[in-house]
């Protein structure tokens, strides 16, 4: 499967941004992984829909949007109108309404993921994986950028995309905390197709940091 990269601008500089993002477009990344925190779901608060509005009509970038927030459901809408072209969102925070999000999502004609945290089986997500255009497997605890990459998620990318294969499916496996250049290509073996990066790709030289994730 084609490897796709999805720099997250949690890390990015906010008072150049928007020069930032340019460059990631020049870089061969084709995504824009964007981490909406609410305090609630996680600890922290990142940033909402006016950041999103404002950068939209300065790239063609796919929007990412990964919402870690209560239910979603509320908000999806919202984020469609300002400019998402992907909502994934939590498993844990939507419970039983996680059915209704999704269709929600695609109804307002955006692609639609799901994710999970290190804690929650993968065996959670087999009742949507119809449904969904991406699994997001967390290979952290969501809420901070910068954190080290869990071992143990190496084994739960690979379930994922074992159950994918189980039903015929070839729907987009990602990844999301502390992947660097040197674990990626275990990741990639392991069945993820999507890769986020934040403190890998905006340290540094942005253009060479998505180049070596690229491989
Ligand atoms: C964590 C966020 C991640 C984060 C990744 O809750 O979902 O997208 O920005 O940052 P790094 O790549 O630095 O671990
Ligand atoms: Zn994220």
């Given at each position: 499967?084609?490897?796709?990269?999805?720099?997250?601008i949690l890390?990015a500089?906010f008072?150049?941004l928007g020069?930032?993002i340019?460059?990631?477009?020049?870089?061969?990344?084709?995504?824009l992984?964007i981490d909406v925190m609410d305090?609630?779901?996680?600890?922290?608060i990142s940033f909402g829909m006016p950041v999103i509005a404002s950068i939209r009509p300065g790239t063609?970038?796919?929007f990412?949007v990964?919402l870690?927030i209560?239910?979603?459901?509320?908000y999806?809408e919202t984020f469609a109108q300002c400019g998402a072209?992907?909502?994934?969102?939590?498993?844990?925070?939507?419970?039983?309404?996680?059915?209704?999000?999704?269709?929600?999502?695609?109804?307002?004609?955006?692609?639609?993921?799901?994710?999970?945290?290190?804690?929650?089986?993968?065996?959670?997500?087999?009742?949507?994986?119809?449904?969904?255009?991406?699994?997001?497997?967390?290979?952290?605890?969501?809420?901070?950028?910068?954190?080290?990459?869990?071992?143990?998620?190496?084994?739960?990318?690979?379930?994922?995309?074992?159950?994918?294969?189980?039903?015929?499916?070839?729907?987009?496996?990602?990844?999301?905390?502390?992947?660097?250049?040197?674990?990626?290509?275990?990741?990639?073996?392991?069945?993820?197709?999507?890769?986020?990066?934040?403190?890998?790709?905006?340290?540094?030289?942005?253009?060479?940091?998505?180049?070596?994730?690229?491989?």
């Amino acid at each position: 499967m084609k490897t796709i990269i999805s720099p997250s601008i949690l890390a990015a500089d906010f008072n150049i941004l928007g020069q930032q993002i340019q460059e990631i477009e020049k870089s061969g990344a084709e995504y824009l992984h964007i981490d909406v925190m609410d305090g609630v779901f996680v600890p922290s608060i990142s940033f909402g829909m006016p950041v999103i509005a404002s950068i939209r009509p300065g790239t063609k970038l796919f929007f990412d949007v990964h919402l870690m927030i209560v239910e979603p459901v509320r908000y999806v809408e919202t984020f469609a109108q300002c400019g998402a072209d992907m909502i994934t969102f939590h498993l844990e925070a939507a419970g039983e309404r996680t059915a209704e999000t999704i269709d929600r999502i695609h109804a307002l004609g955006c692609k639609a993921g799901i994710s999970i945290k290190p804690g929650t089986p993968v065996a959670a997500l087999e009742p949507y994986i119809k449904q969904v255009d991406m699994i997001l497997v967390m290979t952290v605890e969501p809420g901070f950028g910068g954190q080290k990459y869990i071992g143990t998620s190496t084994e739960k990318i690979r379930e994922t995309r074992r159950l994918l294969e189980q039903y015929g499916l070839q729907t987009d496996v990602q990844v999301d905390g502390g992947i660097t250049a040197e674990n990626v290509a275990a990741v990639k073996e392991a069945g993820a197709n999507v890769i986020v990066a934040g403190s890998a790709v905006f340290r540094g030289n942005i253009g060479e940091n998505v180049k070596r994730l690229l491989g």
